[in-house]
Every structure is written in structure tokens, then in C-alpha cells.
């Protein structure tokens, strides 16, 4: 059984960072693309960044302007969004997406597994 499960997120005033991990299990053996996306209320989902499996594919958002990284490790089957510059306008709730294929998909609906979220709240 897949699970993606997601942690980092929190309370955290305009400007700080946090960095957002999203940990991996049951994937069995083959080339995993993973996605960060997020939503908030009243807002469809967003795409926010994607990395493929070796991690030499990376695709963000535009609107993100260099401040979010992606990145992944292998080794301890995990991805992580490194956000920096936080506005107010990325509280969200922030989730994790797998899906097996050796590209870097955009689109939620490429994606077969999903993480519950973690919420990140950025106070002004």
C-alpha cells in the first residue's frame, strides 16, 4: 500500500521559510515522479513544482518566482519544497504527489498517490 505522508508545514510570519517533507512508503521498485501542489479555501488545487525520478527534471509554477525549491532523496524515499519569502497568499494546505512515470508531470489529474496535506499558515 502506497502512503505519502507530509510534514513541515506550521505558523509563520511574511518573509520566514520553511521547508516541507514529504515522506514515501510502498512504492515498489520502479521511477516515481514527485509533485508538490497545494489549495487553499476556496481555491482549486495549484500546481506548485514537480521533480522526476533522479531529480535532473524539475518544473515550477511561474508564479513562484525562484521561491520555492524542490528536491528529492532517494535514498530515504522523500521529497521536499524548501519555501522561502512567504507571502500571506501561500497559506494553503500543501500536498505531496506520486505518480509512476519517468517524466515531471504538471496536471493533478497525472498523479495516482496523494498525501493527506499539511497546512502552512503565513501570518502578515
Known amino acids: 500500500q502506497v502512503r505519502l505522508v507530509e510534514s513541515g508545514g506550521g505558523l509563520v510570519q511574511a518573509g520566514g521559510s520553511l521547508t516541507l517533507s514529504c515522506a514515501a512508503s510502498?512504492?515498489?521498485?520502479?521511477?516515481?515522479?514527485m509533485g508538490w501542489f497545494r489549495q487553499a479555501p476556496g481555491k482549486e488545487r495549484e500546481f506548485l513544482a514537480t521533480i522526476n525520478w533522479n531529480g535532473r527534471l524539475k518544473y515550477y509554477v511561474d508564479s513562484l518566482k525562484g521561491r520555492f525549491t524542490i528536491s528529492r532523496d532517494n535514498a530515504k524515499n522523500a521529497v521536499f519544497l524548501q519555501m522561502n519569502n512567504l507571502k500571506p497568499e501561500d497559506t494553503a494546505v500543501y500536498s505531496c504527489?506520486?505518480?509512476?512515470?519517468?517524466?515531471?508531470?504538471?496536471?493533478?489529474?497525472?498523479?495516482?498517490?496523494w498525501g493527506q496535506g499539511t497546512q502552512v499558515t503565513v501570518s502578515s
Open positions: 504527489a506520486a505518480d509512476r512515470d519517468l517524466g515531471a508531470p504538471r496536471l493533478a489529474q497525472q498523479y495516482e498517490y
Open positions: 510502498g512504492l515498489t521498485a520502479g521511477y516515481y515522479a
